[in-house]
């Protein structure tokens, strides 16, 4: 075989495999307008919405699945196996369908982005407002089942870990001779670092800048309207807009993409991690002051001051006291 035949089948491979990934996110994570009932044996609805609300009135027989759930302290994205068992303690397993629902979108494309990822079967996304077809009694209402103490029954999916970039990933593929396409879900002003939210203000090199809100305003409906290569690497501020900007490409525009999850955030506060357009945070950005302010903190110590003072001087006063009593007696 030729050297020119075997890239040119080579090629054809590759083509091959990018469209086979479109297809099955195509099939597998997809947007929906509407939920048939009654649910089909299979299918499974995960309510987004604070547990609260979900327990107390949500999709008769949903499961509730707050984002806060799959985030570790400060909105950080845990490990693997932490949101694996995460997903069980809700009851999932991994196959069969799960609509996923809610009010905010953010929160209900991040929570939907990561079940797809850790291998749920299908996805579906019910993209208007619970709450809304709840109150136009267009869905069955009843009470939503929270979190178990134990994963049951356990999460079985097979991780689509090939769509998911680590950092030090990501910084060896931008230094190689081929760097991929990358695509900035922030706003303009956090792109080129005039809002700084994170140790750094500015974005990783090469990306190119395509806010999630500009998706939402356009209202494309197709990968070339938006002019997205296949493989390209997604990112936004955090783990949870991240994800949820992923699944916006993938399951709503049918893009074939991958994402850092970790999100700009985290690439900033790495300081080797090298960075276009970069800027500083002013220092009351960079080092907020606590609940309360800074003037509360001076307040604060002030008052523990004084009361020192007075308790030294009663002090003083009940050893003279003391003495007095004892020269008269």
């Not at 309510?47 to 609260?52: E, N, S, V, Y």
């Not at 929160?107 to 709840?134: E, H, I, K, M, Y």
């Not at 800027?279 to 080092?287: E, G, V, Y």
Request: hydrophobic share 45%; with cysteine; charged share 15%.
């Amino acid at each position: 075989m030729t050297p020119v035949r075997l890239i040119v089948q080579l090629s054809a491979l590759v083509v091959v495999l990018l469209q086979c990934g479109s297809v099955e996110a195509a099939t597998a994570f997809s947007y929906i307008d509407s939920l048939r009932v009654p649910l089909g044996a299979h299918t499974v609805v995960l309510d987004t919405r604070q547990a609260g609300r979900c327990e107390t009135r949500s999709v008769a027989g949903a499961r509730c699945l707050p984002p806060s759930a799959l985030l570790g302290p400060h909105g950080r994205l845990p490990a693997f196996r932490q949101l694996v068992w995460v997903l069980g303690a809700a009851g999932l397993s991994g196959r069969g369908t799960v609509v996923v629902a809610g009010d905010d979108p953010e929160s209900r494309d991040f929570v939907a982005g990561v079940l797809f990822l850790l291998g749920q079967a299908q996805v579906q996304v019910l993209r208007p407002r619970l709450t809304g077809l709840l109150n136009a009694h267009r869905l069955p209402v009843g009470t939503g089942a929270g979190s178990a103490m134990v994963a049951q029954p356990l999460f079985q999916g097979q991780a689509r870990s090939r769509l998911i970039v680590f950092r030090g990933e990501l910084l060896r593929a931008l230094r190689s001779g081929d760097p991929p396409v990358l695509l900035d879900g922030r706003s303009d002003a956090r792109y080129w670092g005039k809002v700084v939210t994170a140790r750094r203000g500015g974005h990783i090199p090469g990306a190119r800048s395509l806010p999630v809100d500009a998706l939402q305003l356009q209202g494309q409906s197709s990968p070339q309207a938006v002019d997205v290569p296949p493989d390209a690497i997604v990112y936004a501020q955090t783990p949870e807009s991240s994800i949820a900007y992923f699944t916006r490409l993938t399951a709503g525009l049918g893009v074939h993409v991958r994402v850092f999850a970790r999100g700009w955030r985290d690439w900033a506060d790495h300081t080797a991690m090298p960075v276009d357009a970069e800027t500083l945070p002013s220092s009351a950005t960079a080092a907020p002051a606590p609940r309360g302010g800074a003037q509360n903190g001076s307040s604060a110590s002030a008052s523990l001051f004084a009361v020192s003072i007075t308790s030294l001087l009663f002090a003083i006063a009940a050893v003279a006291i003391a003495m007095r009593r004892k020269e008269w007696i």
